[in-house]
């Protein structure tokens, strides 16, 4: 057999066991596990070489620094209650209205995903939306709108900031576009998101939205607070926080650096706060997700030296001939088809070394990294493992005793995320090529 043949069918069997492994769970093998044995196999193999590690940490290790602090920011941040906090007002401001509320808790989902990245709100929002769901005494059918809702928004409302999405970091390091460059390019795309996905949502479970529910059976948003010294102190905090993103482009830095240097900040106040309890946080910190990430980019730089890149890059380029919405819409879909099978993570690398390869015009080059970055963040809606959020979210409503079977799960996720991943589109080939 020639070695090339070789390295096609070893890589692909690697990452279908791989997947098996995830989706399975034989012996109640994490997915952390499945994701480094599938990378181990790939290694010892000659799938990958040492040096392919090397090649793949180069490229993620901003986004896995960035990801693993914004988590314990949000883990501190819960537990003083700064989010349920808010859920609580938002729930207020809803006036016992429970469409108002339905709505409400897409734009909680969208903003927290924005600024605590899209698996910091399936992480600390999940748990919150379905608490108070409890609290109001919602059967299980008029909680679904509100749990669906919560989840999808967490992928759909994850563009506008670089540090949104770890699918945003890797594109935008590999292709050299800073935070507020980003920004620019990709805001009006969310907004084209978060309406239509909101339109979409509400559409969908109208009729299980229940009409009015009782405000005076959730507590005040006050005695959520646990600790109002360090609650008022984390507004100031978050503000410099966001300075510092928009201030790495300007002085060419990476977002990790003002990422890890105020969680550190975070960790040093929480050391001194009654309601936290640092290992505690230490311990939620979602590490098997860092795992599975670092170990699913590692089985799929397999399937880029078999030729995977070769053969993207080939028609991205063919594609680029027919102009820029064609290219926007094809680049983007290809990434959600993609990133539904083998997980958005290691999607966009791949796909992001097609791009490169493809050799494109710069009028081209822009709307297919950017399509990209949308279809790695919206196209996971179409199967439960096609991003960490959404195993996150999966995890936590589990442990609530809430199952989301696969079957349905995947339903809901077709009839949403097409329609929502189009208009997005839409918004970014209208910001790119005509504003």
């Known amino acids: 057999m ?3 043949d070789y390295l096609i069918i070893t890589s692909i069997s690697i990452f279908l066991l791989t997947i098996f492994l995830i989706i399975k769970k034989p012996y109640n093998i994490g997915i952390g596990y499945s994701a480094i044995i599938g990378a181990l196999l790939a290694l010892i193999f000659n799938v990958i070489v040492l040096k392919d590690i090397i090649k793949v940490f180069d490229i993620v290790w901003d986004a896995t620094f960035t990801f693993v602090a914004i988590i314990i920011i949000s883990i501190i941040l819960d537990e003083i209650g700064f989010f ?3 859920a609580l007002h938002m729930a207020r401001f809803a006036g016992g209205s429970g469409k108002k509320m339905f709505v409400y808790v897409i734009l909680l989902g969208a903003l927290v995903s924005a600024f605590f990245a899209n698996d910091g709100a399936a992480l600390i929002i999940t748990p919150i939306i379905y608490e108070k769901m409890k609290a109001l005494k919602f059967e ?7 749990i669906m809702a919560g989840g999808f928004i967490a992928d759909a409302a994850s563009l506008p900031f670089k540090i949104s999405n770890l699918v945003n970091i890797v594109s935008a390091d590999y292709f050299n576009i800073g935070f507020f460059t980003y920004f620019i ?19 969908y479970f109208r009729k299980d939205i229940p009409e009015r529910y009782d405000v005076e059976l959730l507590k005040t948003p006050k005695n959520a607070i646990k600790d109002a010294k360090l609650f008022k102190f984390s507004f100031l905090i978050l503000t410099l926080l966001l300075g510092g993103y928009f201030l790495s482009e300007f002085l060419n830095l990476p977002v990790s650096i003002f990422a890890v240097s105020f969680a550190l900040i ?7 706060s009654p309601a936290v309890n640092i290992k505690t946080v230490f311990k939620n910190a979602p590490w098997n997700i860092v795992v599975f990430s670092l170990g699913m980019y590692l089985v799929v730089f397999g399937l880029k030296n078999a030729g995977l890149t070769y053969l993207l890059g080939k028609s991205i380029s063919y594609f680029a001939g027919y102009g820029g919405f064609i290219l926007t819409v094809y680049t983007g879909y290809l990434a959600a088809f993609i990133s539904s099978v083998m997980n958005n993570m290691p999607t966009v690398m791949i796909n992001s070394l097609a791009i490169h390869s493809a050799n494109l015009k710069e009028i ?7 399509a990209n970055v949308i279809g790695c963040d919206l196209g996971p809606k179409l199967t439960p493992i096609g991003s960490l959020a959404t195993l996150l979210w999966l995890n936590v409503l589990e442990r609530k005793g809430i199952k989301i079977t696969w079957g349905y799960y995947m339903k809901v996720g077709f009839i949403i995320t097409v329609p929502v991943l189009f208009a997005t589109l839409i918004g970014l080939y209208l910001r790119i090529f005509l504003f």
Request: proline share 7%.
């Open 140 to 146: 299980r059918k008029n909680m679904l709108p509100f």
């Open 185 to 203: 390019d990709m805001y009006a795309p969310d907004l084209f998101s978060i309406a239509i996905s909101l339109t979409v949502l509400y559409i």
């Open 266 to 272: 975070f960790i040093a106040l929480g050391f001194k």
């Open 2 to 4: 020639h070695f090339y």
């Open 364 to 370: 081209m080059l822009k709307p297919s990294v950017y």
């Open 84 to 86: 349920e906090w808010a």
